[in-house]
Nanobody, 122 residues
Framework: QVHLVESGGGSVQSGDSLRLSCTAS????????TAWFRQTPGKDRERVVY???????RYDDSVSGRFTVSHDTAKNTMYLQMNRLKPEDSAVYYC????????????????WGQGTQVTVSP
């Protein structure tokens, strides 16, 4: 079982960058399919990116080319580097992990962080 804790959210201006962190404990994050999701009030949680254990990542079209996911196995931490942020990127961001399989469906993920707010002003 893995426990996830996010950090790094905040309020920025359009065009700025942020890096979110998701630190894992209890198990090695490299053993899991991992993902970042985001959610705004009244909407379903949506996939930002999911990453297979071999490192292959699939990004949502809305963030492709601007966001990058990475892992630091020594720190047991995954990151989401977000560049050229837009107001529509404002949301609560969640990291998640699942034991088997990999994909964009939130309900199939076994472990979740508590979420971190990202707010992008025009």
């Amino acid at each position: 079982q893995v426990h996830l804790v996010e950090s790094g959210g905040g309020s920025v201006q359009s065009g700025d960058s942020l890096r979110l962190s998701c630190t894992a404990s209890g198990d090695s994050i490299s053993r899991y399919c991992t993902a970042w999701f985001r959610q705004t009030p009244g909407k379903d949680r949506e996939r930002v990116v999911y990453r297979y254990t071999d490192g292959l990542a699939r990004y949502d079209d809305s963030v492709s080319g601007r966001f990058t996911v990475s892992h630091d196995t020594a720190k047991n931490t995954m990151y989401l580097q977000m560049n050229r942020l837009k107001p529509e990127d404002s949301a609560v961001y969640y990291c998640a992990a699942r034991r088997t399989g990999c994909g964009h469906v939130p309900r199939l993920y076994d472990f979740w962080g508590q979420g971190t707010q990202v707010t992008v002003s025009p």
